[in-house]
């Protein structure tokens, strides 16, 4: 059974931090590009990083580069969002996701439908 678990989401005041990890199992993590989604009240759910099998090639929304991080650790079968310098807009439901990929090296996929694999998400509040 396939299941991708996220924790780490919470409540947290403009400029702090949170690192968001998903915890998979039933399928193969290592043949899987992983990518975090969100969505905020009354908006559509936008793509905001990913990251190839290996870890070598990642992607990320110009709105949080500089300011969040991908990484995973394939030994865990674990994926990781460091979210640093937090801000009122990023409040959002917050999704992991996986796609199968033949390639280490990508590509890195932005679209919801590329995505086989989806969990429950956690709940990121960021307060002004």
């Known amino acids: 059974q396939v299941q991708l678990v996220e924790s780490g989401g919470g409540l947290v005041q403009a400029g702090g931090s949170l690192r968001l990890s998903c915890a998979a199992s039933?399928?193969?993590?290592?043949?899987?590009?992983m990518g975090w989604f969100r969505q905020a009240p009354g908006r559509e759910q936008e793509f905001v990083a990913a990251?190839?099998?290996?870890?070598?090639?990642?992607d990320s929304v110009d709105s949080v580069k500089g300011r969040f991080t991908i990484s995973r650790d394939n030994a865990k079968n674990t994926v990781y969002l460091q979210m640093n310098n937090l801000k009122p807009e990023d409040t959002a439901i917050y999704y992991c996701?996986?796609?199968?990929?033949?390639?280490?090296?990508?590509?890195?996929?932005?679209?919801?439908?590329?995505?086989?694999?989806w969990g429950q998400g956690t709940q990121v509040t960021v307060s002004s």
């Open positions: 039933g399928f193969t993590f290592s043949t899987y590009a």
């Open positions: 996701a996986a796609d199968f990929s033949l390639s280490a090296l990508g590509p890195l996929h932005r679209k919801i439908l590329e995505y086989n694999y």
């Open positions: 990251i190839s099998r290996t870890g070598g090639v990642t």
